[in-house]
């Protein structure tokens, strides 16, 4: 088990699971864990879905046949700002340039290409995923803040464990089809999705780390 520090710099997206779940007791601690993260006056916003099993088999059914259909994307929210600014945009740039490298996906490689973002959409063949969401008529900026919080702490709670996922906002764009394979999640705006499990032995794409700025760049100290 990593120290939280260490679980700190071990996080990584995996974008390759085995199939073996994850134990319910494994689970359950982690989730009782993640829920003593801090929101505003205690109010305690999210609500946290587990899909696992033929549940999750018949929710990527859906997903791949939408992305197949080229169906759009509906998201409950805008996760970025259009446009972005632009040391953000050389950045996402340079993380996508980088992981179609890992990955052997050539500039005019469309099938691969296409192929690289199905895979979003199969959820990257986890066994299992987390949904973390909030009150669809109630949240505001400090909300989100507060539901990412308890999605930090379980993915660092699953680094910690050896164990992997990769945090997805693609999983969230079709909120019709989760409230519809997610029982009682009707009043439900999905904030993102969470595949989580074992990273695949000898996986290309999990060697994959985007470069990290420096310390200096983005921490300041002021006496």
Aim: proline residues 7%; neutral net charge; charged residues 20%.
């Amino acid at each position: 088990m990593l120290n939280a520090i260490d679980a700190m710099k071990a996080r990584r997206s995996i974008r390759e699971f085995e199939s073996t779940p994850v134990s319910m007791e494994v689970i359950r601690n982690l989730v009782e864990a993640a829920g003593c993260a801090p929101s505003s006056k205690n109010t305690q916003p999210w609500k946290l879905f587990l899909i696992q099993g033929a549940a999750l088999a018949a929710l990527r059914a859906d997903y791949l046949a939408a992305f197949d259909a080229s169906t759009p994307g509906a998201p409950q929210y805008s996760y970025s700002p259009n446009p972005l600014p632009q040391s953000w945009t050389l950045r996402a740039r340079d993380c996508g340039l980088g992981l179609f490298k890992q990955k052997g996906i050539g500039r005019e490689d469309k099938d691969k290409r296409r192929a690289h973002d199905r895979a979003n959409f199969e959820f990257f063949g986890a066994p299992q995923m987390f949904f973390i969401g909030t009150e669809e008529s109630s949240y505001s900026y400090g909300t989100f803040m507060d539901c990412g919080f308890v999605f930090d702490n379980l993915m660092l709670g699953l680094a910690a464990q050896g164990l992997g996922s990769c945090p997805q906002f693609s999983a969230v764009v079709y909120p019709e089809l989760l409230k519809k394979h997610l029982p009682g999640s009707e009043n439900t705006l999905f904030i993102a999705g969470l595949p989580f499990g074992t990273p695949k032995a000898d996986s290309v794409v999990n060697g994959f780390q985007p470069v990290r700025l420096a310390i200096d760049e983005w921490f300041q100290v002021v006496e």
